[in-house]
T-cell receptor, first 115, second 114 residues
Framework: GENVEQHPSTLSVQEGDSAVIKCTYSDSASNYFPWYKQELGKGPQLIID?????GEKKDQRIAVTLNKTAKHFSLHITETQPEDSAVYFCAAINAGGTSYGKLTFGQGTILTVHP | SAVISQKPSRDICQRGTSLTIQCQVDSQVTMMFWYRQQPGQSLTLIATANQGSEATYESGFVIDKFPISRPNLTFSTLTVSNMSPEDSSIYLCSVEDRLGSPLHFGNGTRLTVT
């Protein structure tokens, strides 16, 4: 089955700096890669996702890049703010054109943005 | 996307007892799933809740321990049976509005077993 490795496990940055979180996956057939943000006491919230036919996707201060050859994808947050502090999870799935619900998650990254 | 409500939001239970968690969605959704998040850990899929039929369990999870119901397109329950302290986790309901749409999560049920 799929295996997703996520690094780093913790990341501390100053407000305004950029943050990068990286994930690698094992199943070369995986075709959908979402990122979730989990704040304390809440469920994971989808922040951005990318499909395997796209190399990069951007949404305001957040971007995701995908390298299918190397089987890794990364989350980039620019101009970080204290409210970006949370746990971030990457995930992957070989959906085969059907449901995207049976995700394999990375171990999570605790991001702390210092004012 | 659909709004997901889970009840209870948290509970403290005695070992050997069972707890049923409810998941209500404000619109009909194609797929519903249950995930577990052990303390400080990542998310692991328990099962797919199938409407009107038995749930589909992932490796390591069995129906006797985690019975699941999904009587219609907006509601599902997960029961954690004969609980032990190792069952202390966050249990998360998640939905896929339509096949191929992103997965969304409820806020979870924080279970502590003493």
């Amino acid at each position: 089955g799929e295996n997703v490795e996520q690094h780093p496990s913790t990341l501390s940055v100053q407000e305004g700096d950029s943050a990068v979180i990286k994930c690698t996956y094992s199943d070369s057939a995986s075709n959908y890669f979402p990122w979730y943000k989990q704040e304390l006491g809440k469920g994971p919230q989808l922040i951005i996702d990318i499909r395997s036919n796209v190399g990069e996707k951007k949404d305001q201060r957040i971007a995701v890049t995908l390298n299918k050859t190397a089987k890794h994808f990364s989350l980039h947050i620019t101009e970080t703010q204290p409210e970006d502090s949370a746990v971030y999870f990457c995930a992957a799935i070989n959906a085969g054109g059907t449901s995207y619900g049976k995700l394999t998650f990375g171990q999570g990254t605790i991001l702390t943005v210092h004012p | 996307s659909a709004v997901i409500s889970q009840k209870p939001s948290r509970d403290i239970c005695q070992r050997g007892t069972s707890l049923t968690i409810q998941c209500q969605v404000d619109s009909q959704v194609t797929m519903m799933f249950w995930y577990r998040q052990q303390p400080g850990q990542s998310l692991t899929l328990i099962a797919t809740a199938n409407q009107g039929s038995e749930a589909t369990y992932e490796s390591g999870f069995v129906i006797d321990k985690f019975p699941i119901s999904r009587p219609n397109l907006t509601f599902s329950t997960l029961t954690v049976s004969n609980m032990s302290p190792e069952d202390s986790s966050i249990y998360l309901c998640s939905v896929e509005d339509r096949l191929g749409s992103p997965l969304h999560f409820g806020n979870g049920t924080r279970l502590t077993v003493t």
